[in-house]
């Protein structure tokens, strides 16, 4: 019986061929679609799952004046584990400030590069997280003063295919160069997680050590990620009480003098990727809001591809009738009839499922580069599972109706020719038209929002010049000291309009701040300031408008007393921006007053991303300190041969340094990489959405003609013009896109408002998206079913008016 059933179903998929693709097709693109972001989904779900007692690990963070920050201070980590018995290990984790890039030297082979994403780490670090290693051992990795463990692509570009446990390599930060001794090789592939190292280095060395161990307190400079294991047994809530205590205790006095609040609170180590967005993050996390709008698109796209389905199916009904009504009369139970659509629905969506599988295995490159990933249709082995699963769960959605409807009709009635395609089915089939059109309609008004937001976070004048701006990391010590030598010569370039140098620069994560209050006010009033470090001529070359006072100048040797703020600093700490200049900053707790002289007040500028508003900001001067970064003003006439220009002198100068460089505006706008991905595959998507509901209303366009052919060819007699009956046939069709637009509008409207809320600084949703967007569907309705409408009304109405 099983046979037969199926060899019906494929005589119906050879006669009518157009509907046959419109259906195989569509759900082979829903499925193709499905199957892409499921694999998206589970990669982005699959961080820190695999550390070993992974319930058991937490990460210490604090919450001070309203705001959640990732770090603490040094010394958290051994004082909660000296003072709670619970905690059967600690580590720490420390992104030390402005270092973005290490040079590392393989001096016996000549190989010299930088590397981002290196952190330093305590010994114990390999005791709470788990990593795989290919070469060494977790155990001994770090267990001796300057060691490194690095990733498997880092040791292949030092060493090649060989094992470079021991081998020693020279690490060099603006601060010095230290060698280090490689403990192990770690692959970076095999797990996800949350700390997207290049590199880890002890704790214990030569060039940060020192300073590391002279932390004290757990007041200041918080830069350390602590994570805690607990011991079996112990619960987090009961420890999590304790932390208040733990706080008066070490902090009262001091937060009581300063005024401020603080308390430390614990998070899930595997919550960390997909539900923390705190300041300070080690590195860009992933978000479950984002992980919800794939699903949905995921579900909506095969829905909609099942919709094509139950719509063809339905107004193909009378065409079935008779043969439901023969199959009725010779014995055919109700529920054979409906195993019979079902089984053809089920082989309708293994055809699918095999077009989709082709299509995921070519399209899956492309996606990576969209998402900026690398997932694999078989990287996880529950990926077939889901496929089966889906493509079940699509034949049961996609044949339901269809059979329960088909089966339902009475043997008598449809013999007798009566008309079966009842008023209720062609509600229906309204209904389903309404649903694909009204996803595919929110999709475009949210990727027009999303695509206009974008731009607007592009074109945004930040408060500084971004474009034409050549940042040069400074990543050697010999270089960073002797920057002024490298910038003399470059300003001998016509091509080189200004240059300076500082420890950060705009859009890059500013860890460093202070407190400050006015003349006239007590350290209860402390305004918390980010700052940073800069050379003379730093503010002409970033084009910061001065409103009052001066800039730094290397003639003046007192400015290292003084200090340059922003206008939301100065307002913030209680001087006006007019009155500010002369008048000094304090700092320090009461006992120990120190001051900064204002010299200048600047114009607000974005340091940060346009996610945030504008925070205080100060300028203090580089001293005796080594910058960071060269930042290079370049003509915009000869943007290309000047960046060569300055390449050559660097080489000249510095033949054994690597020339790295990168764009200011690029390198702000990668701010926004999460929401970057996002834009793209809504936008793709949204395609594709459109594709799929389109193809489902071309196929039910050629039915609803086909059925409509008589009256079409009674108007033509009766003297209808071809302009009439078109617009007749359309007005139908257009009715459900406009009802579409009514459903999809506030829904849009509301999941756009919520993206947006995302941003301190955001373009605001008029009728205008709203009125494009219906313009849009219309065009897009007018053009998939003008084709079969057109071609009705242009027909010969004695061919349409022949009896059978």
């Known amino acids: 019986m099983i046979k037969n059933y199926f060899k019906i179903a494929w005589r119906n998929l050879l006669k009518h061929k157009l509907f046959s693709f419109i259906n195989i097709f569509g759900l082979a693109v829903g499925l193709a679609t499905c199957v892409l972001l499921t694999l998206y989904i589970m990669d982005e779900m699959s961080y820190d799952i695999h550390h070993k007692d992974a319930d058991q690990v937490y990460r210490v963070f604090m919450e001070s004046a309203g705001t959640e920050l990732a770090t603490t201070a040094g010394p958290m980590a051994q004082t909660l584990q000296d003072e709670f018995p619970e905690i059967a290990l600690a580590t720490r984790v420390l992104k030390f400030p402005n270092i973005d890039k290490f040079l590392l030297k393989n001096n016996k082979d000549n190989i010299k590069l930088y590397e981002t994403n290196g952190y330093y780490v305590d010994s114990t670090f390999f005791n709470v997280l788990t990593y795989d290693f290919k070469y060494g051992s977790a155990s001994t990795a770090l267990n001796q003063p300057n060691m490194v463990v690095l990733s498997e692509d880092v040791a292949i570009k030092l060493f090649g295919d060989k094992n470079p446990i021991n081998e020693v390599i020279d690490i060099e930060i603006p601060y010095g160069e230290t060698k280090y001794t490689v403990g192990g090789v770690f692959r ?25 161990d002279s932390q004290e307190g757990i007041l200041g400079n918080n830069l350390f990620y602590t994570y805690i294991k607990l011991k079996k047994g112990s619960d987090i809530a009961n420890f999590e009480q304790k932390l208040p205590d733990f706080t008066q205790r070490h902090l009262g006095a001091q937060l009581a003098e300063s005024n401020f609040e603080r308390s430390y609170l614990t998070q899930p180590l595997k919550d960390i990727y997909l539900k923390s967005n705190m300041q300070w993050e080690l590195s860009a996390n992933g978000s479950m809001t984002y992980i919800y709008i794939f699903s949905a698109i995921a579900a909506f796209l095969l829905l909609i591809a099942c919709v094509n389905f139950m719509n063809l199916s ?69 990926i077939l599972l889901i496929i089966v699963g889906l493509t079940v769960l699509t034949s049961v959605l996609s044949g339901l109706y269809p059979a329960l409807y088909l089966s339902s009709f009475a043997p008598v009635t449809v013999l007798k020719g009566a008309l079966v395609n ?30 206009q937001q974008m731009n607007f976070l592009k074109n945004k004048d930040l408060g500084f010049k971004k474009e034409h701006q050549l940042l040069i990391p400074l990543r050697s010590s010999e270089v960073a000291q002797n920057y002024t030598t490298f910038k003399t010569e470059l300003l001998k370039n016509p091509n080189v309009v200004s240059a300076s140098a500082g420890d950060s620069y705009p859009g890059l994560h500013v860890i460093s701040d202070n407190a400050f209050y006015a003349e006239d006010k007590t350290v209860q009033d402390n305004v918390y300031t980010r700052y940073g470090q800069v050379a003379d001529d730093y503010i002409e070359t970033l084009g910061y408008t001065l409103l009052h006072g001066r800039a730094f100048s290397k003639n003046r040797a007192n400015d290292s007393l003084s200090i340059i703020l922003n206008k939301t600093a100065v307002e913030q700490i209680g001087y006006t921006p007019e009155t500010a200049v002369g008048r000094k900053v304090f700092y320090g707790n009461a006992e120990e007053k120190n001051h900064f002289e204002i010299i200048g007040v600047i114009e607000d500028f974005n340091f940060k991303s346009l996610h945030e508003p504008i925070a205080p900001y100060a300028l203090l001067t580089l001293g005796q300190a080594n910058p960071n970064y060269f930042v290079v003003t370049l003509s915009q006439a000869n943007f290309a041969a000047a960046i060569k220009e300055v390449q050559g002198l660097w080489e000249r100068l510095h033949p054994n340094i690597p020339f790295e460089y990168s764009f200011l505006d690029e390198d702000f706008y990668r701010n926004y990489a999460a929401e970057q991905r996002v834009s793209k595959v809504v936008f793709w998507f949204m395609f594709i959405a459109i594709f799929i509901a389109c193809i489902g209303l071309f196929g039910l366009a050629s039915f609803t003609t086909e059925q409509r052919k008589k009256e079409v060819g009674i108007r033509r007699v009766l003297g209808a013009s071809v302009l009439g009956i078109t617009s007749l046939h359309l007005k139908d069709f257009l009715k459900l896109v406009f009802t579409a637009m009514l459903v999809a509008s506030p829904l849009a409207y509301y999941i756009g408002n919520r993206w947006l809320d995302n941003f301190a600084y955001k373009i605001e949703i008029s009728w205008v998206h709203f009125a494009v967007a219906t313009l849009l569907a219309v065009c897009i309705a007018v053009s998939t079913v003008g084709f079969h409408v057109v071609k009705a009304a242009l027909s010969n109405p004695t061919k349409s008016l022949r009896t059978e």
């Not at 970076?188 to 590391?212: C, E, F």
């Not at 193909?316 to 010779?330: C, D, I, M, P, Y």
Request: proline share 2%.
């Open 188 to 212: 970076k592939d095999t797990y996800k997680s949350h700390i997207s190292a290049n590199l880890l280095l002890s704790m214990r060395n030569n060039d940060v050590g020192t300073w590391v």
């Open 314 to 382: 339905t107004a193909r009904s009378e065409k079935r009738a008779r043969e439901v009504g023969v199959r009725k009369v010779l014995g055919a139970k109700k529920k054979v009839l409906i195993f019979q659509f079902f089984g053809e629905s089920l082989l309708l969506c293994l055809l699918a499922l095999l077009i989709a599988l082709v299509l995921v295995w070519t399209l899956i490159p492309i996606f990576n580069t969209l998402i900026n990933k690398q997932l694999d249709l078989f990287a996880h082995p529950g």
């Open 422 to 451: 009842s008023i209720s089915a062609k509600s229906i089939r309204k209904g389903l038209v309404i649903f694909q059109f009204t996803v595919s309609a929110a999709l475009i008004l949210v990727s027009g929002m999303i695509w």
